[in-house]
């Protein structure tokens, strides 16, 4: 989990899938750490503040709104009056991330 975190954050790969479920309650790696260790390790309390503390490893991806949107285009004339989706081609058209 560490490794994605950080290659989600450091935008390592130029095109990755999300991390998350778009329809998922968890968006982000601190949510699901503390969401296994609830389920799974009972009484461990917060488990992110024992893996910082104890081992170093700091975890802070969050997936946003706009890594859920689906900016597949598939008819022009519908699809490009979506202004996200016609602010995304735009920066891609002009190189601009």
């Known amino acids: 989990m560490a490794f994605l975190d950080k290659t989600k954050q450091m935008n390592i790969l130029p095109s990755t899938p999300c991390l998350f479920l778009s329809a998922g309650n968890v968006k982000s790696t601190k949510d699901l750490l503390n969401t296994l260790s609830r389920d799974f390790m009972k009484g ?7 893996l910082e503390s104890c081992v170093g490893l700091k975890v802070s991806y969050e997936q946003g709104f706009i890594d859920d949107y689906d900016l597949e ?24 991330e």
């Open 73 to 96: 285009i598939t008819n022009l004339a519908v699809d490009l009056r979506d202004g996200v989706r016609l602010t995304r081609m735009t920066e891609i058209l002009t190189g601009g």
């Open 44 to 50: 461990e309390g917060d488990f992110v503040k024992h």
